[in-house]
C-alpha cells in the first residue's frame, strides 16, 4: 500500500484514515514540529548534506557537538557517526576481524553485526563448548540488545561462566534499544558490566527512534580512534551534519519523548489482558501477536500494522508498534481488539 504522507498515528489509504501501528518511529519525531524546527534551523546552517572525508581537513563543529552528546547520552567515552548503522556494524567487524581469533553470536542477530564465519553462541540452549576450552584467544561476541520477535533484552549472564584465558569483546546493536530503554533511553550499553568484558562496543541506527537517519558506534577512546583510521571510514562521507547537530540540539526533546513512550506502553500495559498469544512487556512499545489472520482483523477495523516477510523466515511478521505519539483512545481501540482473542485458560 502506498502513501503520501508520513505515516504518523494515522494515515490515509485511499482517502480513508486508518490508526498506525507500525514503522521503527518509536519516539514519533520524524512529524513532530519542534523536532523539525531544530532541523530547519541546522539544515539552514550546515546546508543538505556533505560529501567530504571526516578526515579531510576542514572540520565541522556539528559532528564533534553531536558525537560529544551520543557519548554522554549512551554513557561511553567516545562515540562516532556514521552514514547508517548497517555501515556502523560492518566497520566495526571489519575492524575486529585481524584481532579476533572466534566471532561468536546469539541467536537471531540483524545481518548489520553478522559474520560468516561466526559460531553459535549457544548449542542446544547450553553455552558453546569452544567457550570453555583451555585454548587462550580472543574472542568477539555479537548481539543484539533486543532481537527480532522478543521484547527483552539479550541475556548477558552467561558471560560469566567465559574462563579468563578467553579475552572477550562484546559486540551489541542497539538500533531497537536506543532511544527506547534505559534512562531516558540511553539504552543497555551502560548497564553491561560483566567483569570479564575486556572490551564492549555499541552499533545503532539512528534513523529509529531518535529520528535521524545515519549511524553511530561508541567505545572507548583507543577503539574509536583505530575506528577514524579505518579505510572505509576514511574512504566515506559523513552522516549529514545537520542531522548530527540536530542529535545536540533535541536533548530535552529525546526525555520528553521518551516519558510519553513510556506513559503509552504503561497504560496499554494496564489494558491488555494476559494472553500467552501475544508477546508484550510494558518496557518495550512492540507487540508481537502470534493470532491467526491478525493482520486482516486490524485492517477490517482501520488499523494498519507491520507485516512483512524478514530476512530468511517462512512467514510473515506481525509486529504491533507503540510510538509516543498514540493516544489513549488508540491505545483502547487496538487492546480492545486483542483482548477478544484471550485464551480461554487464562
Known amino acids: 500500500m502506498k502513501v503520501t504522507k508520513f505515516p504518523d498515528r494515522v494515515l490515509k489509504i485511499d482517502d480513508e484514515k486508518y490508526l498506525y501501528f507500525g514503522g521503527t518511529a518509536y519516539l514519533g519525531l520524524p512529524p513532530n514540529k519542534k523536532f523539525q524546527k531544530i532541523l530547519f534551523k541546522n539544515i539552514a546552517r550546515w546546508g543538505t548534506a556533505y560529501g567530504s572525508s571526516r578526515n579531510a581537513n576542514i572540520k565541522l563543529i556539528a559532528y564533534e557537538k553531536g558525537e560529544f ?197 504503561n497504560y496499554l500495559n494496564s489494558k491488555l489482558l494476559p494472553n500467552r498469544n501475544i508477546l508484550f512487556d510494558k518496557n518495550y512499545p512492540v507487540i508481537y501477536p502470534k493470532i491467526e489472520n491478525i493482520n486482516s482483523v486490524l485492517a477490517s477495523n482501520k488499523i494498519i500494522i507491520t507485516n512483512f516477510k524478514y530476512t530468511s523466515e517462512d512467514n510473515y511478521l506481525n509486529r504491533i508498534i507503540i510510538t509516543a505519539n498514540h493516544k489513549k483512545k488508540d491505545l483502547d481501540k487496538i487492546a480492545k481488539i486483542l483482548n477478544q482473542y484471550q485464551s480461554k485458560d487464562e
Open 69 to 265: 552528546f551520543l557519548a554522554k547520552f549512551i554513557q561511553a567515552d567516545a562515540a562516532v557517526t556514521v552514514s547508517s548503522g548497517m555501515l556502523a556494524g560492518r566497520l566495526v567487524l571489519e575492524a575486529l576481524k585481524s584481532e579476533t581469533a572466534v566471532f561468536y553470536h546469539f541467536p537471531d542477530n540483524h545481518v548489520a553485526i553478522s559474520n560468516g564465519d561466526s559460531l553459535p553462541f549457544y548449542i542446544n540452549e547450553e553455552l558453546n563448548p569452544r567457550l570453555l576450552d583451555d585454548k587462550p584467544e580472543k574472542i568477539t561476541i555479537l548481539s543484539d540488545a533486543v532481537a527480532s520477535n522478543t521484547v527483552t533484552t539479550a541475556d548477558f549472564s552467561a558471560l560469566e561462566q567465559i574462563p579468563n584465558h578467553k579475552e572477550i569483546t562484546l559486540v551489541i546493536d542497539e538500533s531497537h534499544s536506543l532511544g527506547i530503554l534505559g534512562t531516558n533511553g540511553n539504552g543497555i550499553f551502560s548497564t553491561i558490566n560483566q567483569p570479564n568484558v575486556k572490551r564492549k562496543i555499541m552499533v545503532s541506527s539512528l534513523g529509529k527512534a531518535m529520528g535521524l537517519s545515519g549511524g553511530v558506534i561508541a567505545s572507548d577512546i583507543d577503539f574509536m580512534n583505530q575506528i577514524k583510521l579505518n579505510d572505509t571510514f576514511v574512504s566515506s562521507a559523513g552522516m549529514n551534519p545537520a542531522f548530527v547537530k540536530t542529535l545536540a540540539d533535541a536533548e530535552e526533546l529525546y526525555v520528553s519523548q521518551h516519558k510519553k513512550l513510556k506513559k503509552n506502553t
